[in-house]
T-cell receptor
Framework: KQEVTQIPAALSVPEGENLVLNCSFT??????LQWFRQDPGKGLTSLLL?????REQTSGRLNASLDKSSGRSTLYIAASQPGDSATYLC?????????????FGEGTQLTVNP | NAGVTQTPKFQVLKTGQSMTLQCAQD?????MSWYRQDPGMGLRLIHY???????DQGEVPNGYNVSRSTTEDFPLRLLSAAPSQTSVYFC??????????????FGNGTRLTVT
């Protein structure tokens, strides 16, 4: 059974700092990995999706990397801003069929202090 | 641009009551799904659908029913609510396309309390 772990559970940093969020998964046979952002009382917003054949994806100040063999992904946030404060979740997809499911981590709650 | 719309936002039920959580999307997505989010458990898949008339069970389907009569709507029914169903429920959709490398779009959730 796939298990996804995110460490740390919470992180507080000063504005402007570069930071890394970690995601690890136990079964390396994944189809893709997604990073989501969740604001309090809101749903999840997809940030980046990395296919199993890719090593990284970038969007603005965000960069996500994937190392399938070691079962790890990182989300790098450059020059953090207070507006980046949210919970960040990663999720792995097992296969490329309609029945394959996303397994979510519990998230890292990020606070960026002005 | 509405995206995925869930109603209601909040609901309190008594044990044994039934209700339907509504989900609608206006992106013409074939795939729709329901998740529940609980502290310490993360998000877990309840039911999903790959198109109108097609539904299937996810990881935690017991106590829930779904149907998909149109592409746009995917309601979730609780037949006899139990305190263990107290949770935040999210509906999510995505396009199927030629591969499964398209992102999920989530609604804002329904916070359900069963007393």
């Amino acid at each position: 059974k796939q298990e996804v772990t995110q460490i740390p559970a919470a992180l507080s940093v000063p504005e402007g700092e570069n930071l890394v969020l970690n995601c690890s998964f136990t079964d390396s046979a994944i189809y893709n990995l997604q990073w989501f952002r969740q604001d309090p009382g809101k749903g999840l917003t997809s940030l980046l999706l990395i296919q199993s054949s890719q090593r990284e994806q970038t969007s603005g100040r965000l960069n996500a990397s994937l190392d399938k063999s070691s079962g790890r992904s990182t989300l790098y946030i450059a020059a953090s801003q207070p507006g980046d404060s949210a919970t960040y979740l990663c999720a792995v997809r097992r296969g490329g069929t309609s029945g394959s499911r996303l397994t979510f981590g519990e998230g890292t709650q990020l606070t960026v202090n002005p | 641009n509405a995206g995925v719309t869930q109603t209601p936002k909040f609901q309190v039920l008594k044990t044994g009551q039934s209700m339907t959580l509504q989900c609608a999307q206006d992106m013409n997505h074939e795939y729709m799904s329901w998740y529940r989010q609980d502290p310490g458990m993360g998000l877990r898949l309840i039911h999903y659908s790959v198109g109108a008339g097609i539904t299937d069970q996810g990881e935690v389907p017991n106590g829930y029913n779904v149907s998909r009569s149109t592409t746009e709507d995917f309601p979730l029914r609780l037949l006899s609510a139990a305190p263990s169903q107290t949770s935040v429920y999210f509906c999510a959709s995505k396009t199927r396309g030629a591969s499964y490398n398209s992102p999920l779009h989530f609604g804002n959730g329904t916070r359900l309390t069963v007393t």
